[in-house]
């Protein structure tokens, strides 16, 4: 069908740094592959961290991999609201100005001071998915949730490029409001 797409949910989780990921884990230490993600060549890690904020802390809190050059947090605005720590939805990467936490590891501790996002809705398009689907990288569409509880999500974040694969994400807050199951279909209405 025209302009349909499989959507996910994405729960807490971080992706950390190699300097990061050597002070909870030890000094060369790398990151163990649980199972693919999605996206090419993303993946859920073994490893589990905790992330302690100034109200809360937030226990087993999966790695995702591979490591990036800056260690970030996404959770939901509950997990926010647990950690005490008053979050700003982010475009993924764009963690200026974000709050800090401490994150807990089996070797070490890391006190970061920015990094913890609420990420925004987004959709993950190889280049030919965006030709077909007439947007371009960092357009914002609607898209539209079908069922029972069904609704239409504004302003998702398109990002394009030659190693994405189709797939919208949102976080489980907002995938359970819906009634999404992973894998289901949604439609772009722009």
């Given at each position: ?24 884990f030890?000094?060369?230490y790398e ?15 073994e ?21 990036r ?12 609201f ?8 982010r475009?993924?990467g ?6 800090g936490v ?7 501790e ?16 190889h ?22 509880r ?15 694969k ?7 807050e907002e ?16």
């Amino acid at each position: 069908m025209k302009n349909q797409l499989p959507i996910a949910m994405s729960n807490k989780h971080l992706h950390v740094s190699q300097k990061d990921l050597e002070v909870l884990f030890g000094e060369g230490y790398e990151l163990t592959q649980m199972k693919d993600l999605s996206q090419p060549g993303q993946f859920a890690s073994e490893e589990k961290v905790d992330i302690q904020g100034g109200r809360g802390t937030l226990k087993g809190v999966r790695i995702l991999g591979p490591v990036r050059p800056d260690t970030q947090i996404e959770v939901s605005m509950s997990d926010a609201f647990s950690l005490g720590v008053e979050c700003m939805l982010r475009d993924s990467g764009d963690i200026e100005g974000t709050p800090g936490v401490t994150i807990i590891g089996p070797k070490g501790e890391v006190k970061i001071d920015k990094g913890v996002i609420v990420a925004s809705r987004h959709i993950h398009m190889h280049t030919q998915d965006g030709e077909d689907f007439g947007v371009k990288d960092k357009d914002k569409v609607s898209i539209e949730v079908p069922g029972e509880r069904g609704l239409v999500f504004n302003n998702v974040l398109v990002r394009v490029g030659d190693n994405y694969k189709l797939e919208m994400h949102v976080d489980m807050e907002e995938g359970n409001a819906a009634g999404i199951k992973n894998g289901d279909i949604v439609t772009l209405i722009k």
